[in-house]
């Protein structure tokens, strides 16, 4: 598996203006995109930090992950997403070390990119997002 960097940490709130506008208004970043990931029942809205991004999630269906997510534990950090070269090979590398997959494909995820998560029982209680961009790949 190669990681080349961290793509982005996800952060699940209860209301995605609000969200925005703290990172606004007090952390002076900019909201440079706003999404919604129909088959994730989820809306985004991303920031820049250096190369890294914040993504916000909120819920657009109380029974979505994010929704059950912010039920169970509240507004926070979700997960941690690192860019890697070949998804799915880097899927296939983790199960063989023993690692339970959430996603055993890749699948579409906010921005174009092909994501897989792996499950935070088996990464120290951390949800963790292997994410490749490979609209940007050589």
């Known amino acids: 598996m190669e990681v080349t960097h961290i793509e ?3 952060i ?3 209301n995605l203006e609000e969200g925005i506008r703290f990172y606004e208004q007090v952390l002076g970043l900019k909201c440079y995109a ?3 990931v129909k088959d994730q029942k989820v809306k985004t ?3 820049k930090v250096g190369q890294t991004k914040i993504e916000l999630l909120e ?3 109380a029974e979505g992950p994010i929704g059950k997510f912010i ?3 509240g507004e926070g950090i979700h997960h941690l997403a690192f860019a890697v070269k070949d998804i799915d090979g880097s899927l296939k590398i983790a199960e063989e070390k023993g690692i339970q997959l959430i996603d055993k494909t890749s699948r579409k995820g906010a921005e174009g990119l092909d994501i897989g998560f792996l499950h935070p029982k088996f990464t120290m209680g951390v949800l963790t997002e292997l994410c490749e961009d ?3 790949t050589k």
């Open 59 to 61: 819920s657009t269906e």
């Open 71 to 73: 039920e169970k534990k």
């Open 12 to 14: 699940a709130v209860k």
């Open 134 to 136: 490979k609209k940007n």
């Open 45 to 47: 809205a991303f920031f």
């Open 8 to 10: 982005h940490i996800g």
């Open 34 to 36: 706003i999404e919604e």
